[in-house]
């Protein structure tokens, strides 16, 4: 079958596509600067901001893989935070504007949003149907997950993903979370004991893969690992792997938000979320203990 990934450049977009390319699928990008890619992924031209998108992309296409948004892990001015808010929403909302006035008959879509849907909580753990948070991260998620749920409206299947952290030497927390253990500065964030709902980059592509192939897949599924671990366990798991020592001090809060700013939400949110729903339509994890990812990983 032929899918378009919007945000195929990215991190788990990249993934996905050898992992679709290996089963013998044809793969096509919308990106906002199409270029050659290592994949020789055709790329054809779309712009949120503008409503722009190149057509030609829909052609025979059966599904849509949407995870284009800007990065979060830059600066938060509120011009920033209006701009990773509108690349989601706007760019759902082009995809099914498209599709709708074009009357392409695409089969799926698989969307991305993110466990930051939830609340921040120590003590929670969140099925798909607990309430969503208040925050910021929170909020865009919402609005995101409602741009996708205009597809099931009309008939076609859609799936939300909300994805935990990935964890993968090309990008994401992971390289940051591995560089100061490198040099012996290894340190917990804050308290350490937020819950941190970790998965090998493996693990999330093979799971947008498995919903986009899956027919009996539909609604919102948590995409983490199969259990949680807090900061403190992923951190000291790192210097285990990387055989380093781990005995500095907590990096305190009022730190992180000096260096950080609002951003500093991101590493401080606690969110423990339960994959069960997801296992139970049989996705088998590659990776299913933390040490066994971080070795294939870091190692
Ligand atoms: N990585 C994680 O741990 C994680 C966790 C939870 C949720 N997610 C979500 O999953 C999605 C994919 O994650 P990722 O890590 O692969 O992201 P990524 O590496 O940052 O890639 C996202 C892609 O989105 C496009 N993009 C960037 N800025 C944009 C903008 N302003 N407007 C429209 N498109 C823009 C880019 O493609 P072009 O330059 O080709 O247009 C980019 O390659 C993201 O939306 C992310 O928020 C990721």
């Known amino acids: 079958m032929k899918v378009i990934i919007t945000g195929g ?4 977009g990249t993934e996905i596509s ?6 013998g699928h044809e793969v096509v990008y919308l ?6 890619n290592k994949l020789n992924i055709k790329e054809y031209h779309w712009d949120p901001d503008t409503a722009t998108i190149d057509l030609e992309a829909f052609k025979n296409t059966q599904g849509i893989i949407n995870l284009a948004g800007a990065p979060i892990n830059k600066k938060w001015t509120p011009e920033y ?7 989601r929403v706007d760019g759902t909302r082009l995809l099914f504007d498209t599709i709708q006035s074009q009357q392409f008959p695409i089969d799926f879509l698989v969307s991305a949003s993110a466990s930051g849907y939830y609340a921040n909580s120590k003590e929670m753990e969140y099925k798909e149907d ?6 910021f991260l929170s909020v865009v998620c919402q609005k995101w997950e409602q741009e996708a749920q205009l597809f099931e409206k009309i008939g076609i299947r859609t799936v939300r993903l909300r994805v935990g952290i990935v964890l993968s030497d090309a990008g994401g927390a992971l390289p940051e979370i591995a560089r100061p253990v490198r040099l012996g500065l290894g340190a917990p964030l804050g308290s350490g004991e937020q819950w941190m709902p970790w998965i090998h980059i493996k693990d999330i592509a093979a799971m947008f893969v498995w919903a986009a192939t899956q027919n009996t897949l539909s609604g919102v599924y948590n995409a983490g690992g199969p259990y949680n671990v807090t900061n403190e ?3 000291k798991q790192v210097a285990r792997v990387l055989e380093k020592p781990f005995f500095m001090p907590n990096i305190p809060k009022f ?3 000096l260096a950080l700013g609002e951003m500093a939400e991101t590493a401080l949110a606690s969110t423990k979320i339960n994959t069960d729903k997801i296992q139970a339509t049989g996705f ?14 870091l190692k």
């Open 18 to 23: 050898r992992q679709l390319l290996e089963k």
């Open 31 to 36: 990106s906002r600067h199409p270029r050659s």
């Open 284 to 297: 088998k994890y590659t990776y299913p203990e933390l040490t066994g990812a971080l070795k294939d990983i």
């Open 81 to 87: 935070k209006s701009e990773i808010l509108r690349s």
């Open 130 to 135: 607990s309430p969503p948070g208040s925050d």
């Open 9 to 12: 450049t990215g991190l788990i």
């Open 255 to 257: 730190l992180l938000k």
């Open 233 to 235: 366990e992923l951190s």
